[in-house]
């Protein structure tokens, strides 16, 4: 592979570090940048949802041994419907057996821990540089690749000739830290409700990470309140053993939309990747899985080249997007689906959404299709 190649890197979080640490692997030499300082992209109160497909890539890289600590796996998963009082609990023995003996479902990993695990990789790396916006200003490099990493509403993304497809929920979510007594150890609960699916992360036996999703102008009344209110209104609708005792944490909001950015096909050196390239409902957490599934077509393309040319490099997007093409539309009609059956209360639709809960409790079968879909995705065999 060469080494004399120069790739920028534009949007320094959890999926730009992640592209940063695979291509550096390459002896590509990698300049990575961010309007933010590093503390600040550290500091962000987020939470995910890791998935088996998500390990696999991160064991590839490295990185998994270096971020267990800080992961906290749950074994059960409880998905209700509000409006029909539905439920059912997936467990570890609904895996498929090669991930079986892992028992687990998935892993809950807050924000910090996992961007201070992958700047402690950058610094470790000779051919990653990192500088601000501000710092960058001056050099005279010239890139022979450049990949966009700056989230789904960036000013930079605004301004590129790239066709960009949205579909707005009018929804957003409220995301905070609470304390917690009486739950069922190490379980996660995704609840559907007329105005939008609720889910509870936890962090440890005390502490869940809360993601509700509701109308946007109900979002900023409950932004707006008191935490005890908050608190009050919460309560009602979490499962009758799960007793929250208070607010941990600051509460944060952000929108949700299902969107898709397509280039129109040149031979410039460009692409996006992660939220810069797709969106999706946060429903079934799936969004920052799929975008370091990006990462890793990204590796593999030049991975497996024996040198990398300016004719390589020409044809990379269009790989790039193909191969991502399969995994990206299935999760968009998977999760927009979800959202269509499950976040209302029409009449029409209770006949189909109480059968689903039917089929999920009598045949093992949909349950392992099911719950095997969303922790190891399509793409999971493919990953070496």
């Given at each position: 592979m060469n080494n004399y190649l120069n790739f920028k890197i534009v949007g320094c979080g959890p999926s730009g570090l992640l592209l940063a640490i695979s291509l550096s692997k390459l002896n590509f030499n990698i300049y990575i940048t961010d309007l933010l300082t590093r503390e600040k992209l550290i500091n962000k109160d987020k939470t995910y949802a890791i998935t088996h497909s998500t390990k696999k890539i991160l064991s590839k890289f490295n990185l998994w041994d270096k971020l267990f600590s800080y992961l906290y796996k749950f074994d059960s998963l409880s998905i209700s419907d509000n409006v029909t009082s539905d439920f059912t609990i997936l467990t570890t023995s609904d895996l498929d057996?090669?991930?079986?003996?892992?028992?687990?479902?998935?892993?809950?990993?807050?924000?910090?821990?996992?961007?201070?695990?992958?700047?402690?990789?950058?610094?470790?790396?000779?051919?990653?540089?990192?500088?601000?916006?501000?710092?960058?200003?001056?050099?005279?490099?010239?890139?022979d690749y450049k990949f966009i990493s700056t989230g789904a509403n960036s000013y930079y993304k605004k301004n590129q000739n790239f066709l960009d497809?949205?579909?707005?929920?009018?929804?957003?979510?409220?995301?905070f830290e609470v304390?917690?007594?009486?739950?069922?150890?190490?379980?996660?609960?995704?609840?559907?409700?007329?105005?939008?699916?609720?889910?509870?992360?936890?962090?440890?036996?005390?502490?869940?990470?809360?993601?509700?999703?509701?109308?946007?102008?109900?979002?900023?009344?409950?932004?707006?309140?008191?935490?005890?209110?908050?608190?009050?209104?919460?309560?009602?609708?979490?499962p009758e053993n799960f007793k929250i005792d208070q607010i941990n944490s600051d509460i944060n909001i952000f929108p949700v939309s299902l969107s898709l950015c397509m280039p129109i096909f040149n031979f410039s050196k460009e692409v996006f990747v992660g939220d810069s390239?797709?969106?999706?409902?946060?429903?079934?957490?799936?969004?920052?899985?799929?975008?370091?599934?990006?990462?890793?077509?990204?590796?593999?393309?030049?991975?497996?080249?024996?040198s990398t040319s300016s004719k390589s490099l020409n044809i990379f997007k269009y790989k790039y997007y193909l191969i991502r093409s399969f995994d990206i539309f299935s999760t968009i009609v998977v999760t927009d689906s979800l959202i269509k059956f499950f976040a209302n209360n029409k009449l029409l639709l209770l006949p189909l959404r109480k059968f689903s809960f039917i089929l999920l409790n009598r045949f093992n079968l949909?349950?392992?299709?099911?719950?095997?879909?969303?922790?190891?995705?399509?793409?999971?065999?493919?990953?070496?």
């Open positions: 057996k090669d991930i079986r003996s892992l028992d687990t479902i998935g892993w809950v990993v807050k924000h910090s821990d996992l961007m201070n695990v992958f700047f402690d990789e950058v610094n470790k790396k000779d051919n990653i540089f990192f500088k601000s916006t501000i710092d960058s200003s001056s050099d005279d490099i010239k890139f497809f949205k579909k707005s929920y009018n929804q957003s979510c409220l995301t304390l917690v007594r009486g739950n069922v150890p190490r379980r996660a609960y995704e609840i559907f409700r007329k105005e939008g699916p609720l889910a509870l992360l936890p962090l440890d036996a005390d502490r869940y990470q809360i993601i509700w999703t509701a109308t946007t102008s109900k979002s900023i009344d409950r932004l707006n309140s008191s935490k005890s209110f908050l608190l009050d209104n919460l309560s009602t609708i979490v390239f797709h969106t999706f409902h946060p429903v079934g957490g799936q969004g920052l899985n799929t975008c370091w599934r990006d990462v890793n077509v990204i590796y593999d393309i030049f991975n497996r080249d024996i949909i349950r392992r299709i099911i719950l095997n879909h969303m922790t190891k995705s399509l793409i999971y065999s493919s990953i070496k």
